[in-house]
């Protein structure tokens, strides 16, 4: 089954700063992507997501890129604010099949 | 409206005790889910039902009961816990099982079994 891996699992980064996550899947055969953000005693929240057709997708100050061979995609923020602090999952589902979590980066945001 | 309405918010209970929570959605969805979380982890997936029916049954124990009784509503009924099933409960929803849809969670039920 798929497999998805997500790293760091701990982020800092300061006010303005830029901020990555990246993720590695294992089923080639997954073909959406999508991100998840949690604040601290909130739902999940989708905030983009990605299918296999598209190598990138911007909204704001927020990008996920994909790469199909490589079997990775990433979360990239620009201009950091606290509001962006929160935990943040990645998640990838081939056609039909459950959505697989990876294990979650806790991204802190000092100003 | 683009919400998924969970109740309870919290729920404290013994282990002899017997439970609900109850999700609720208007989006004319027809895949809804339940998934445990426990504390900076990821959303674990328990049960899916699709168009009324369960579909995925993720080896859950049997002190966790799913129920379906329309297709905008979903419930968890619970019974003799253990103290480890304290955790956040999470409904969600999508358009439908097949397609890769977009999720929509709820709030949630913070469950402590005493």
């Known amino acids: 089954g798929e497999n998805v891996e997500q790293h760091p699992s701990t982020l800092s980064v300061q006010e303005g700063d830029s901020a990555v996550i990246k993720c590695t899947y294992s089923d080639s055969a997954s073909n959406y992507f999508p991100w998840y953000k949690q604040e601290l005693g909130k739902r999940p929240q989708l905030i983009i997501d990605?299918?296999?057709?598209?190598g990138e997708k911007k909204d704001q100050r927020i990008a996920v890129t994909l790469n199909k061979t490589a079997k990775h995609f990433s979360l990239h923020i620009t201009e950091t604010q606290p509001e962006d602090s929160a935990v943040y999952f990645c998640a990838a589902s081939a056609y039909g099949n459950k959505l697989v979590f990876g294990a979650g980066t806790i991204l802190r945001v000092k100003s | 409206d683009t919400e998924v309405t969970q109740t309870p918010k919290h729920l404290v209970m013994g282990m002899t005790n017997k439970k609900s929570l109850k999700c609720e959605q208007h989006m004319g969805h027809r895949a809804m889910y339940w998934y445990k979380q426990k504390a900076k982890k990821p959303p674990e997936l328990m049960f899916v039902?699709?168009?009324?029916?369960?579909?995925i049954n993720e080896s859950v124990p049997s002190r966790f009961s799913p129920e379906c009784p329309n297709s905008s509503l979903l419930n968890l009924h619970l019974h003799a816990l253990q103290p480890e099933d304290s955790a956040l409960y999470l409904c969600?929803?999508?358009?439908?099982?097949?397609?890769?849809?977009?999720?929509?969670f709820g709030s949630g039920t913070q469950l402590s079994v005493l």
């Open positions: 990605i299918r296999s057709n598209v």
């Open positions: 969600a929803s999508s358009q439908d099982v097949t397609v890769n849809e977009k999720l929509f």
């Open positions: 039902y699709s168009y009324e029916k369960l579909s």
